[in-house]
């Protein structure tokens, strides 16, 4: 069963390269992507054991990880089966392959309980998506996906450095060396101080800029602005969880390391730290899907902070995994089809987008209003959550900081996203063939009624599943 995740989409990676007919293979990529969804929801239903060498977990925190990955996917197949119409100019044989790939390896990361393999799936994912962001095949889409590469390789080398200073540890305590999870928490008392010290910074640093935290986040705006929108509602709703859930793992050997408070400290300084920058950087943004990069930043900031807070936080951070990534795939959806439609991501030509675009523009409007954390959307429900605890917690400078970027974001983001989309269309706009369809709206309508839905009801089996989540990171508390 554990096989069947990894292997099926790599099937499909192997049908769409073969295939010779655009057209076709974005319908290929949505089969497979929805027989994935289909073997998620299977076995988070009905569990399988763990495998005998223990390389195989597929605990709570793999899951949630996978399950609203999984359906980011499906979503972003579908969507591309209008988009790549409208692209037909260019081949889709990478994207489709590389999207398959990418699915393949996500699955690696959320069901290893080996910290090595799960690096070399992490890696699996940027190397995979990185052509993607080269879709457009321009300057800046080079210069974009070379950041990208370079930056979060580096990042990925790190943390690959924390695994060697983790191994090295199990050598210096005379335990029997190993990278699985398992047998590193229940040796955690023996392991060498130092060296777990040094391992968790650079598995901070590491998987840190994989998420995009600042001041590690440099390739976000670049990478983000160039990709074709779906390749950006999967780095910045997917891989972004992909990067968190490294770090969950990280969190959970800190727990039994009783090392946790010098690691929260550190989650929470860099998490303010992106929310200040996303702040500053989001005021007055003239390119809004650089604007949404931004946005990322912040979200990963608020992720950390929460992990940091511990408490009752950790069930918030781990609904903002479900809640930031749904949202994030309607933003770039609609920014997308946005973009198509004036042939520009400056705010100064795209004004009018309700008029020209009702659809898209109507999303794109619900889906800021969604992110910035508003009622009745679920990222109201996890933010609300977080903060609270902090507050809880008599944490209240941290609370005051939180507060005061979320509102300055708020701000920066409606003065970019209201002129879009109200008012009038520029006469001297440009004229484009996109017109909203089924195919590009109804992804990212599904999508908003998803993050609707979840902020006014929370189905029991995810509740079950979240709680059980948050137990495997306060046990050792």
């Not at 499906?74 to 994207?95: F, H, K, P």
């Not at 052509?131 to 690959?160: D, M, Q």
């Not at 779906?230 to 039994?256: E, H, I, K, M, T």
């Not at 300055?408 to 006469?427: D, N, Q, W």
Request: charged share 10%; net charge positive; proline share 4%.
């Amino acid at each position: 069963m554990y096989a069947a995740l990894i292997i099926i989409p790599l099937i499909g990676a192997a049908v769409t390269w073969l295939i010779p007919y655009d057209r076709l293979r974005p319908k290929i990529l949505s089969l497979f992507t929805l027989a994935h969804l289909g073997m998620t929801i299977n076995m988070i239903s009905f569990t399988p054991p763990e495998s005998p060498d223990g390389w195989f977990h597929f605990d709570a925190l793999g899951k949630i990880v996978l399950l609203s990955t999984s359906i980011l996917f499906l979503t972003c197949a579908v969507y591309s089966i209008g988009y790549l119409y409208y692209r037909r100019e260019r081949s889709n044989r990478v994207m489709c392959v590389g999207l398959l790939v990418c699915l393949s390896a996500a699955s690696l990361v959320t069901i290893t309980h080996h910290l090595g393999l799960m690096w070399v799936a992490l890696e699996t994912t940027t190397i995979s998506m990185a052509p993607l962001i080269y879709f457009n095949r321009n300057a800046r889409s080079i210069e974009a996906t070379w950041k990208y590469l370079l930056i979060c390789s580096v990042g990925v080398a790190l943390a690959l450095l924390g695994l060697y200073f983790l191994g090295y540890a199990t050598i210096v305590a005379r335990v029997e060396p190993s990278l699985l999870l398992d047998d590193l928490v229940r040796d955690a008392g023996k392991l060498s101080s130092g060296w777990v010290h040094a391992a968790f910074v650079f598995l901070l640093v590491g998987f840190g800029t994989k998420m995009g935290l600042a001041p590690l986040h440099t390739w976000k705006p670049d990478a983000y602005g160039e990709a074709p929108g779906l390749v950006g509602a999967l780095l910045s709703g997917g891989l972004v969880n992909l990067a968190f859930l490294a770090l969950l793992r990280v969190y959970q050997l800190c727990l039994a390391t009783k090392e946790i408070i010098f690691f929260q400290n550190a989650l929470i300084y860099m998490g303010l730290f992106s929310m200040i920058v996303a702040a500053i950087f989001m005021a007055r943004q003239a390119d809004f899907k650089r604007m949404l990069a931004y946005s990322s930043v912040e979200h990963v900031g608020i992720m950390a902070v929460a992990l940091g807070l511990g408490g009752k936080a950790i069930f918030g951070v781990l609904f903002h995994i479900f809640a930031n990534g749904l949202t994030k795939g309607v933003l770039f959806l609609s920014a997308g089809n946005i973009h198509r439609s004036y042939n520009s991501k400056s705010t100064d030509h795209v004004r009018g987008a309700l008029k020209r675009l009702p659809w898209s523009g109507g999303l794109f409007l619900a889906g800021f209003i969604a992110i910035t954390g508003s009622p009745p959307f679920a990222p109201f429900i996890s933010e609300f959550t977080i903060i609270s605890s902090a507050f809880i917690q008599g944490r209240l400078l941290i609370g005051a900081i939180f507060l005061i970027s979320l509102s300055v974001i708020f701000i920066g983001m409606a003065l970019t996203v209201l002129p879009m989309v109200m008012g009038g269309v520029p006469s001297d706009s440009e004229t484009t063939s996109y017109r909203d369809t089924v195919w590009t709206v109804g992804p990212p309508l599904f999508l908003l009624l998803l993050v609707f839905l979840l902020g006014v009801w929370i189905p029991a089996p995810l509740m079950t599943l979240l709680r059980d989540a948050s137990t495997l990171l306060e046990v050792h508390q």
